[in-house]
């Protein structure tokens, strides 16, 4: 890559599941990369090994809080992804779509950059339209327990298309559908995680409803593949466009293949379904095989093994660790005398 090829990239949300990922590919690629993150859900071991000051540049820091940098790209990856988690603090979620994108928008317009916003499949709520395409406008409801997210989102996408008319900004916009693979949290309660963890250690896998309502799940490999057509193809291709795999499986169909997978002895649990939780939710993928000539290929099993591999790595080591931290406290063999008690 020559110096004139090579960008200076903002990832926002660059210690994240995706984020991380992106990265490692951006750099393999020969940019230049600031991640920018508050480590609120994303973990500074997904960016272990990536340290370079030359190369790849960590600020901590909330995109919701204004910050001025030279860049020529901006990934906007920020806001916490799973219900679990957003619905822990909505306020905070809320402000990261609303005003961290606006805050990313103003930075696109100081440096003409290119920016790329991460919107999502739950703009679509729990639909009426199946498969979803770009032109439905979706069923959310704007005061349940996952608009914070979901409004956030559809706010941040508003956002994104006023700057584009009225401020000129270039903005690409992708509707990310279920995505699953290395670098995931292991504690962020996403359906592909939580199955996984919970065989892995052979405990109860938890299926909310009856396990029928379906989910398209994308490997990570795949999705960033059609992210980076979107943010290569032309200008005037904006979006939204959806970016996910359009097979169809019930969540006990995944359930069943993890526990076949990992050889868990784990038992199928049910709890009730959440409010307003998706009973479907299958991407059309036409706009993007027309625009990006993009498709996945990964298929399902061949991305749960990678998977597997991965957090049954993860575990490995948090085992040891712990191991490490409890063999290094050894109890005293001192007496405590009476005056100074026996707190422990």
């Known amino acids: 890559m020559t110096r004139e090829q090579q960008k200076r990239v903002l990832i926002a949300g660059g210690s994240g599941f995706l984020g991380a990922n992106l990265a490692r590919i951006l750099l393999a690629e020969g940019h230049k990369v600031i991640c920018l993150d508050n480590f609120s859900s994303g973990r500074r071991s997904n960016l272990a090994g990536l340290a370079s000051p030359e190369r790849l540049q960590i600020i901590d820091h909330d995109v919701a809080d204004p910050i001025s940098l030279a860049v020529d790209e901006i990934f906007n990856m920020a806001c916490v992804a799973s219900p679990i988690q957003y619905q822990e603090d909505p306020l905070q979620t809320l402000r990261t779509s609303t005003v961290g994108t606006a805050n990313l928008l103003q930075m696109a317009v100081a440096n003409d950059a290119l920016m790329f916003q991460a919107s999502t499949s739950e703009v679509y709520g729990n639909p009426h339209e199946h498969p979803q395409t770009e032109d439905y406008f979706g069923n959310v409801n704007p005061i349940g327990p996952r608009a914070c997210y979901d409004e956030g989102k559809r706010c941040a996408e508003t956002l994104c298309m006023d700057y584009h008319r009225a401020r000129n900004v270039k903005v690409k916009i992708a509707r990310i559908f279920n995505t699953y693979g290395p670098y995931m949290h292991p504690d962020d309660g996403r359906v592909v995680s939580n199955f996984i963890v919970q065989a892995l250690q052979n405990k109860p896998i938890t299926v909310y409803g009856d396990g029928s309502q379906t989910r398209s799940f994308c490997y990570v490999d795949d999705l960033l593949k059609g992210i980076l057509a979107l943010m290569r193809a032309p200008l005037n291709i904006v979006g939204p466009i959806n970016i996910g795999n359009p097979d169809e499986f019930t969540v006990l169909e995944l359930a069943t293949q993890v526990i076949e997978m ?83």
């Not at 059309?284 to 990006?292: C, M, P, S």
């Not at 409890?326 to 405590?336: E, L």
């Open 262 to 344: 990992t050889g868990s002895r784990s038992k199928i649990v049910f709890e009730p379904l959440p409010q307003d939780d998706p009973v479907k939710r299958r991407p059309d993928i036409t706009r993007a095989k027309e625009l990006l000539d993009w498709a996945p290929k990964v298929k399902l099993r061949e991305g749960l093994a990678r998977t597997i591999e991965y957090f049954d790595g993860v575990l490995k080591e948090e085992e040891l660790e712990s191991l490490a931290v409890r063999s290094s406290v050894r109890p005293s063999t001192r007496k405590v005398g009476k005056s100074e008690g026996a707190i422990l």
